[in-house]
């Protein structure tokens, strides 16, 4: 079974930065997809970013694109995400995913395709 643990999470003020980790023991990144999704209260899951360590690939939603960065520790078994020019409708629980994925980028990895979740960590943001 994986295991993945967020932490990082808090209070910052817009226009300000913060640092996601997620430990990942046990994953090989080079057979996995790792993705960061939010989820802001009364809107749906949305996924923030994705990372194919085995293709050098890595996707970012739109509303994220030129602010936040996902990146890998493979010695730490962690994966980050830094989080930078914050606006407060970033605010939502960030949560930390994973799915062994091997065949192509993880753009084309479906959300619900991803079977290890982390129980989330909170990001608010404010004005």
């Known amino acids: 079974e994986v295991q993945l643990v967020e932490s990082g999470g808090g209070l910052a003020q817009a226009g300000g930065s913060l640092r996601l980790s997620c430990a990942a023991p046990?994953?090989?990144?080079?057979?996995?997809?790792i993705a960061w999704f939010r989820q802001a209260p009364g809107k749906e899951r949305e996924r923030v970013a994705c990372?194919?360590?085995?293709?050098?690939?890595?996707f970012y939603a739109d509303a994220v694109k030129g602010r936040f960065t996902i990146a890998s520790d493979n010695a730490k078994n962690t994966v980050y995400l830094q989080m930078n020019s914050l606006k407060p409708e970033d605010t939502a629980v960030y949560y930390c995913?994973?799915?062994?994925?091997?065949?192509?980028?993880?753009?084309?990895?479906?959300?619900?395709?991803?079977?290890?979740w982390g129980k989330g960590t909170q990001v608010t943001v404010s004005s």
């Open positions: 995913a994973a799915q062994n994925w091997v065949v192509s980028g993880c753009a084309l990895l479906l959300d619900n395709e991803y079977g290890n």
């Open positions: 046990g994953i090989t990144f080079d057979a996995y997809a």
């Open positions: 990372m194919s360590s085995r293709y050098g690939h890595t």
